[in-house]
């Protein structure tokens, strides 16, 4: 009987290890290939987009920010030529 515990025990063991390493090189291998599942590639795709819509948010806002300086530049000049 305790033959067979030690025989199930060991194979338990050679069973478990196996599967640990063949799960750590699968993981392996996707992190080196870079693969994110198709949750992370909606995610950095709505992110990306987020980003290129605040960017040119931002760069309306300069243009704007440059005529209003501009309008008011060329309403002192008047006032002083006046």
Not at 38 to 52: L, N, P, S, Y
Request: net charge positive.
């Amino acid at each position: 009987m305790q033959v067979v515990l030690i025989v199930a025990i060991v194979f338990g063991g050679i069973v478990l290890a196996l599967a640990i390493i063949g799960s750590t090189i699968l993981m392996a291998i996707k992190i080196l290939r870079g693969g994110l599942s198709r949750k992370g590639q909606k995610f950095e795709a709505e992110e990306a987009k987020m980003i290129q819509e605040i960017y040119q948010g931002l760069s309306r806002m300069e243009e704007r920010v440059e005529a209003l300086e501009t309008i008011i530049l060329d309403s002192r000049g008047k006032d002083r030529a006046s």
